[in-house]
């Protein structure tokens, strides 16, 4: 059974940082497309960040941009997400995604149960 495990979700102050992980069990996604998506009470999920197989390619969302970093770790299966400079608008629950089957802003054929981020003003 394949499983995406997230953690490293807390309540933190507006301008703190975080750093969320995702990992894998059950098969290795190590030549799959990883991505974090989020989403806030009331809105829908929104793409966060995407990278490649290598590590080597990534795309942010707008809002992200500069402040947050997607990494992954092929040999521990793993997937992280490093945000910075927090903003409440940032409060949302981020749920690690893999294997992409479509478009790699929204399709993944496995999803985890995510992780809860609360960031205060």
């Known amino acids: 059974q394949v499983q995406l495990l997230e953690s490293g979700g807390g309540l933190v102050q507006a301008g703190d940082s975080l750093r969320l992980s995702c990992a894998a069990s059950?098969?290795?996604?190590?030549?799959?497309?990883m991505a974090w998506f989020r989403q806030a009470p009331g809105k829908e999920r929104e793409f966060v960040a995407t990278i490649s197989p290598s590590g080597v390619l990534t795309t942010y969302a707008d809002f992200v941009k500069g402040r947050f970093t997607i990494s992954r770790d092929n040999a521990k299966n793993a997937v992280y997400l490093q945000m910075n400079s927090l903003k409440p608008e940032d409060t949302a629950a981020y749920y690690c995604?893999?294997?992409?089957?479509?478009?790699?802003?929204?399709?993944?054929?496995?999803w985890g149960q995510g992780t809860q981020v609360t960031v205060s003003s």
């Open positions: 059950g098969r290795t996604f190590t030549n799959d497309r």
């Open positions: 995604a893999a294997g992409v089957l479509g478009s790699y802003y929204s399709n993944y054929r496995y």
